[in-house]
Antibody, heavy 121, light 105 residues
Framework: QVQLQESGPGLVKPSETLFLSCSVS????????WTWIRQPPGKGLEWIAC???????KENPSLKSRVIMSLDISKNLFSLSLNSVTAADTAVYYC???????????????WGPGTLVTVSS | SYELTQPPSVSVSPGQTVSITCSGD??????VCWYQQKPGQSPVLVVF???RRPSGIPERFSGSNSGNTATLTISGTQASDEADYYC????????FGGGTKLTVL
């Protein structure tokens, strides 16, 4: 059974950089895309970015200038860096597996439990 | 940028059938997924590629997609189906609908 687990600081100061990692167990990072999605308190889901197993990335245009995703296949984990954070970046951050291949895109079939990141001084 | 529109809320009586819509420009030409999210939990994929169910998802969940509208239908709704539901598609980037709160009265 594939499991994902987010890790990172729960509190980040305004203007600083938020850094999160997602550890994947029970399966390989190969042959999938890997995604970050966030949800501000009481609001809906917002896609942040995804990365393929070869390192190709795609970002939400509204966040693209502030987002970097990376991948460490040897450690079976991927990461998110979001710079110049403000209170508007306060949210639960989820990592998820993104399934796409010859059969077409299939969405996000496995999700981490999520981690709350608060931006505050 | 591409947008998906969902009704903020719908309600249904136990045992009845309810449909949740998701609208977007020429949405029928794209694949749509649906997620169920209960309070304090991560979203769960309930439909992918418009009308396919992941293993473990009850048959009462079904989906369709045509024209500008995708629809998630829950037949024989149970109290445990009360949750927020989100549609999602891919249009050079992933897009989520705003979510629909389903209340089972």
């Amino acid at each position: 059974q594939v499991q994902l687990q987010e890790s990172g600081p729960g509190l980040v100061k305004p203007s600083e950089t938020l850094f999160l990692s997602c550890s994947v167990s029970g399966g390989s990072i190969n042959n999938y895309y890997w995604t970050w999605i966030r949800q501000p308190p009481g609001k809906g889901l917002e896609w942040i970015a995804c990365i393929s197993d070869s390192g190709d990335t795609k970002e939400n245009p509204s966040l693209k200038s502030r987002v970097i995703m990376s991948l460490d296949i040897s450690k079976n984990l991927f990461s998110l860096s979001l710079n110049s954070v403000t209170a508007a970046d306060t949210a639960v951050y989820y990592c998820a597996r993104d399934v796409r291949g010859s059969g077409g895109w299939r969405g996000n079939d496995y999700w981490g439990p999520g981690t709350l990141v608060t931006v505050s001084s | 940028s591409y947008e998906l529109t969902q009704p903020p809320s719908v309600s249904v009586s136990p045992g009845q059938t309810v449909s949740i819509t998701c609208s977007g420009d020429e949405l029928g030409d794209k694949y749509v997924c649906w997620y169920q999210q209960k309070p304090g939990q991560s979203p769960v994929l309930v439909v992918f590629q418009d009308d396919r169910r992941p293993s473990g998802i009850p048959e009462r969940f079904s989906g369709s997609n045509s024209g500008n509208t995708a629809t998630l239908t829950i037949s024989g709704t149970q109290a445990s189906d009360e949750a927020d539901y989100y549609c999602q598609t891919w249009d050079s980037r992933t897009v989520f609908g705003g979510g629909t709160k389903l209340t089972v009265l």
